[in-house]
C-alpha cells in the first residue's frame, strides 16, 4: 500500500522559510519522478516542482530561485524547500507520485501572511 504523509506546513510571515516534507512507503522516492502541487482557495491544483528519477528537477516559473525540491533516498522522503515566501504562496501543498492519476498525500496547509 502506497502512502504519502506530508509535513512542515504552518503559519510564517512573508519573507520567511519553510520546509516540507514528504515521508513516503510503498513506493521508493529513488525510482518514481516526485511531486509538489498547490490548491489555493477557489483555484485548481497546480505543480509547484517535480523531480524525476534521474534527478532532473523543474518548477513552475512562479516559484523558481525561491524552492528548491530534493528528496533524501535513504530516508524515502521528498522535501521541498520554500524561501522568500509571499502571500500568494498560501495554499495546501500536497505530495504526489504519478502525476495527477497517481498518488496524493493528505495535504499541509502554508499560510504566508503580508
Known amino acids: 500500500q502506497v502512502q504519502l504523509v506530508e509535513s512542515g506546513g504552518g503559519l510564517v510571515q512573508a519573507g520567511g522559510s519553510l520546509r516540507l516534507s514528504c515521508r513516503t512507503s510503498?513506493?521508493?522516492?529513488?525510482?518514481?519522478?516526485m511531486g509538489w502541487y498547490r490548491q489555493a482557495p477557489g483555484k485548481q491544483r497546480e505543480l509547484v516542482a517535480e523531480i524525476t528519477s534521474y534527478g532532473w528537477t523543474n518548477y513552475a516559473d512562479s516559484v523558481k530561485g525561491r524552492f528548491t525540491i530534493f528528496r533524501d533516498n535513504a530516508k524515502n522522503t521528498v522535501y521541498l524547500q520554500m524561501n522568500s515566501l509571499k502571500p500568494e504562496d498560501t495554499a495546501v501543498y500536497y505530495c504526489?507520485?504519478?502525476?495527477?492519476?497517481?498518488?496524493w498525500g493528505q495535504g499541509t496547509q502554508v499560510t504566508v501572511s503580508s
Open positions: 510503498g513506493i521508493s522516492v529513488g525510482f518514481n519522478a
Open positions: 504526489n507520485s504519478g502525476g495527477m492519476t497517481g498518488y
